[in-house]
């Protein structure tokens, strides 16, 4: 089956992102609604969309719209049809029986709903229509969501599904799971009840919502929002309506009716407009007193709310047995939510699905966690775990697995796909290296290097890792949502705090070594990104020898914005790709000129698209829709150059001051326009130093070692004013960056 023309019929939130991301995937698509200047609002926002629903923007018009009185024609060209209206289940067969009375003949029909069963939604198709009758439930947002559960029932041409599924993974590029036709499918039937889990645990142990977010959060591998943050994030309203359904559908002795009662706090909220960020606030608010904003948390036993507290647990590594063994509350809180979610998941095998780590697979794919609920029991360990659970009966996988005891139970992983990720690999590595921040994974013919801290920002650690990898053919790739978000700033602050920027110094020197070194190794070096890469880490990118670029990158250069210039090499390279087009070869100032604008200003590319016309990637690049296809086309990069040979070092011919002139005009212009002040002059300056070849003429052939000096010594005159040391705090302590 080919899946050439698809017809999204609802224009919504959902309807909307999968018309965009069919258009991302070069497949043509009609977007229906009631009206047809509902549609064409929808094409138009999702245009303006933020982030971005599409890879490239110009494309909007190819995502054809309609109305479903006079356009509902096109279903007769479709090989798939896509519904995606309210959650009424009236409107729903309505629909279902106009598109097959249009459809042609084999055409796949889809629902994008979330929680109404198949045997409900097809009870008044033919026997030979629910052959062809699925789910196809997608997550929000549709381009950055990983996760697409395909559900089937006893009905379906199984050939059919799988080719849908085949289709959606690799046109698509999601992680099509197929599962049975339960309540809340695989995701939100576990990330739902995880969430009423600890957030109950939190209420019956007393904690605060600070308290538990701070565990239910990086210390378990779930997104830093929390419970509570991400409660309010959805929308506690919202949520109060996913759980009425999960009660109204599910058994009234499964474990999930004890924790989606009620709670009278959140009822109160609700009552009051607290609905959350959407709202007057939720669990967490903004408190205005005069021009002062206070974040404030709710005491979950007054209702009352007060200023936020910070929580310190010491560590937000990801590390479940040293977490669970804590003997404080927060130990307990972790166990006490860890082991419910265990042993709920479990109970569900196979009843929502006969292999396990699809669950596993759900949880990472759709709610963006580290680790799965098996591969947190893998982790803590089979023995550890039944030395601490209590009662397990009825539960036949773990009653199982204490019988037989096997510590290696999990297996492969991600056995949804048949594509050989970069999960599938870790398995089979040979041995492992590494230190705190990085991972070596090494194999008969290439090593893996894979950053392990905190949005795999970058320190001594890492580029210890990538030297000592280089032994072999390398690839950079990560599991984790970045690549890494550039060089460690808390790091690099620990030592200004100290005045001790001789460290930095050093530690700048060392990285700038170690991105030479990937650029000029004996053996290819390959940079496989996804997500942000950003500073630091498009240097490394940048100076690896090939790059196989996700497509839902964020990719750039932004110290600027924290009062610095990039400093690994980052000025270095952009100079050299821009010096390489033909109007640079006609005009010396234009290369510098152009890198100015772009380093200056901060710009990002969110998408390869977007970062070709910057240079930030190259034609040549790879792009990939699926994720889970980097390492593949990293190998095979690799495998198509074993004669590789390094390339011959690049050298500049700059103009020097007379193009800093014409820098300096622009740098004066926008302090007089009030667009910066009077720091970002003094970047602005440093940066026109470095780009402009500093004491140079355009007769004179400067090094890449010359551009380090130069980059080195202005990043450290920027580094040791305090300026620049209030900015890194600032966007350290809130997350934003001072603006100007």
């Known amino acids: 089956m080919e899946i050439k023309k698809v017809v999204v019929i609802g224009s919504g939130t959902m309807g909307s992102g999968i018309a965009a991301h069919l258009c991302n995937a070069n497949i043509p698509v009609t977007l229906l609604d009631l009206k047809t200047e509902i549609s064409e609002q929808a094409r138009d926002k999702i245009h303006k969309s933020r982030p971005p629903l599409l890879l490239d923007k110009s494309k909007i018009n190819n995502i054809k719209v309609g109305n479903i009185l006079d356009n509902f024609g096109e279903v007769k060209e479709a090989d798939w049809v896509v519904e995606a ?83 959606c993974e690799t046109e698509l590029g999601k992680g099509a799971i197929i599962c049975n036709d339960t309540p809340g499918f695989l995701g939100n039937r576990i990330g739902v009840f995880a969430m009423q889990v600890a957030m109950t645990e939190a209420f019956k142990m007393k904690l605060s919502i600070e308290e538990a977010d701070a565990i239910f959060g990086r210390p378990m591998g779930i997104p830093k929002t929390g419970v509570f943050g991400l409660y309010d994030l959805i929308g506690i309203d919202l949520m109060a309506d996913v759980l009425k359904s999960f009660i109204k559908e599910l058994g009234q002795n499964d474990p999930f009716q004890i924790v989606a009662k009620e709670i009278p706090l959140v009822k109160t909220l609700i009552e009051t407009g607290y609905t959350g960020r959407k709202g007057k606030g939720g669990f967490y608010r903004v408190n205005k007193t005069g021009e002062v904003k206070v974040m404030e948390a709710i005491n979950l036993e007054t209702g009352e709310y007060s200023t936020s507290k910070k929580i310190s647990i010491k560590s937000d590594k990801l590390d479940l047995k040293k977490l669970i063994s804590r003997e404080d509350k927060y130990g307990e809180y972790a166990w006490s939510v860890i082991s419910k979610i265990v042993k709920y998941a479990s109970s569900l095998v196979p009843s929502i699905t006969k292999d396990f780590n699809d669950i596993d697979e759900a949880m990472r794919l759709g709610f963006n966690w580290t680790k799965g609920p098996f591969e947190m029991l893998e982790e803590i360990g089979v023995k550890t775990f039944f030395g601490k659970i209590d009662d397990i009966k009825g539960n036949t996988f773990l009653e199982n697995l204490s019988q037989n005891n096997n510590q290696n139970f999990y297996g492969s992983r991600q056995k949804y796909t048949d594509i050989e990720t970069f999960g599938k690999a870790k398995k089979k590595a040979l041995s492992l290296d590494g230190n705190s921040s990085a991972q070596i994974y090494r194999f008969n013919d290439y090593n893996i290097v894979e950053f392990t801290t905190k949005a795999n920002a970058l320190d001594y650690d890492s580029m210890d890792a990538l030297k000592k990898a280089t032994d072999k053919p390398l690839i950079i790739i990560n599991e984790s949502m970045q690549f890494s978000a550039g060089v460690n700033l808390s790091y690099t602050m620990d030592f200004a705090n100290k005045n001790d920027f001789q460290s930095i110094e050093k530690f700048i020197r060392y990285f700038q070594e170690t991105c030479k070194h990937l650029k000029y190794s004996n053996h290819p070096v390959v940079s496989a990104p996804s997500g942000l890469t950003l500073g630091g880490g498009f240097e490394v990118m940048v100076q690896s020898n090939f790059v196989a670029s996700h497509t839902n990158i964020v990719v750039g250069l932004v110290e600027t914005i924290v009062g610095l210039i990039p400093a690994g090499g980052g000025c270095k390279e952009m100079l050299a790709r821009w010096l390489d087009t033909d109007e640079a070869k006609k005009d010396s100032h234009y290369a510098p000129l152009k890198v100015f604008d772009i380093i200056g200003y901060g710009k990002t590319a969110t998408s390869p698209v977007e970062a070709e016309p910057l240079k930030y990637l190259k034609t040549e690049d790879k792009k990939i829709m699926n ?48 667009i910066i002040r009077d720091h970002g002059v003094t970047v602005a300056k440093e940066l026109a130093h470095v780009l402009s070849g500093g004491d140079t003429t355009i007769d004179k052939i400067l090094s890449e070692d010359d551009l380090f000096k130069l980059e080195l010594d202005a990043f450290m005159r920027l580094i040791e004013t305090k300026e620049t040391q209030d900015r890194i705090k600032h966007t350290l302590t809130t997350g934003k960056p001072l603006i100007n």
């Open 85 to 167: 209206v309210v959650e009424r289940i009236d409107i729903k067969h309505d629909i279902y029986k106009k598109i097959f009375k249009e459809r042609k003949k084999g055409a796949i029909v889809s629902s994008n709903t979330s929680s109404i069963p198949i045997k409900v939604l097809s009870e008044h198709l033919s026997e030979e229509e629910k052959k062809d009758f699925c789910i196809t439930h997608f997550f929000n947002p549709v381009r950055y969501m990983g996760l697409l559960e395909i559900v089937k029932n006893e009905n379906n041409d199984l050939d059919k599904i799988n080719s849908l599924k085949n289709f």
């Open 627 to 674: 994720r889970n296809s980097l390492l593949e086309v990293s190998k095979k990069i690799l495998n198509e150059n074993k004669e590789f040979k390094a390339p011959s070092e690049t050298e500049f011919k700059l103009p020097g001051k007379e193009v800093l002139i014409e820098m300096n005009k622009i740098v004066e212009k926008l302090y007089n326009e009030k």
